[in-house]
């Protein structure tokens, strides 16, 4: 079946360091890729998406290009604030759309002042 | 724009007693409608999806049944709850075409004692 794997599971930085946050994929077909992001007692807030092959997601600061070659959609973002510490996760999603997401284990990042 | 709303934002129930959860999304026609479980520091597991009104498709059952309604309103409901139910329950709605993106409420809380 689909699945997602997110290398990091946990991520600790100080403001202003750079965050690589790694999602590699295994899908039989060109599924849709996605980041999300939960804070603490809430439901996850969609980031952005991505649909073909070298496409580039964005939002807040964060970005992922979608690498078909490499089947990866690595987040990234240059200068994290203490914002941004919350649990990070990449899902897919197949063409089917009404299937729903599968998601990885999440990547939890805690910034630090 | 849309809304959604669940409810109850958190409970605590005995084992073996009956759980119902509500969710309510306002501003969309015929979303498509799922529920996901989220352990404690886990990730998303998703239990059910739902395209229209009467129609809801499982994907892990976890013992729990949903149904829909209405065209607005998805509920969870099991008449014994186990203490592997406890968790962190998320409701998603997706638009019915343009695919896969899934925009959550704010989840119930559930834990069982």
């Known amino acids: 079946g689909d699945s997602v794997t997110q290398t990091e599971g946990q991520v600790a930085l100080s403001e202003e360091d750079f965050l690589t946050i790694h999602c590699n994929y295994s899908a039989s077909g060109y599924p849709a890729l996605f980041w999300y992001v939960q804070y603490p007692g809430e439901g996850p807030q969609f980031l952005f998406r991505?649909?073909?092959?070298?496409e580039k997601g964005s939002s807040r600061g964060f970005e992922a290009t979608y690498d078909k070659g490499t089947t990866s959609f690595h987040l990234r973002k240059a200068s994290v604030q203490e914002s941004d510490s919350a649990v990070y996760y990449c899902a897919l999603g197949e063409n089917n759309y009404a299937q729903g997401l599968t998601f990885g284990l999440g990547t939890r990042v805690s910034v630090f002042p | 724009a849309q809304t959604i709303h669940q409810w109850p934002v958190a409970e605590i129930k005995a084992v073996g007693s009956p759980l119902s959860l509500g969710c309510t999304i306002k501003g969309k026609s015929s979303p498509n409608l799922y529920w996901y479980w989220q352990a404690t520091g886990g990730t998303l597991q998703q239990l059910f999806y739902?395209?229209?009104?009467?129609?809801v498709e499982s994907v892990v059952q976890l013992n729990l049944s949903a149904s829909r309604p209405k065209d607005d309103q998805f509920i969870l409901s099991t008449e014994k709850l186990l203490l592997s139910h406890s968790g962190f329950y998320l409701c998603?709605?997706?638009?019915?075409?343009?695919?896969?993106?899934?925009?959550f409420g704010e989840g119930s809380r559930l834990i069982v004692v």
């Open positions: 998603a709605w997706s638009p019915d075409r343009g695919g896969n993106t899934l925009y």
């Open positions: 739902s395209i229209t009104v009467g129609q």
């Open positions: 991505a649909s073909r092959d070298k």
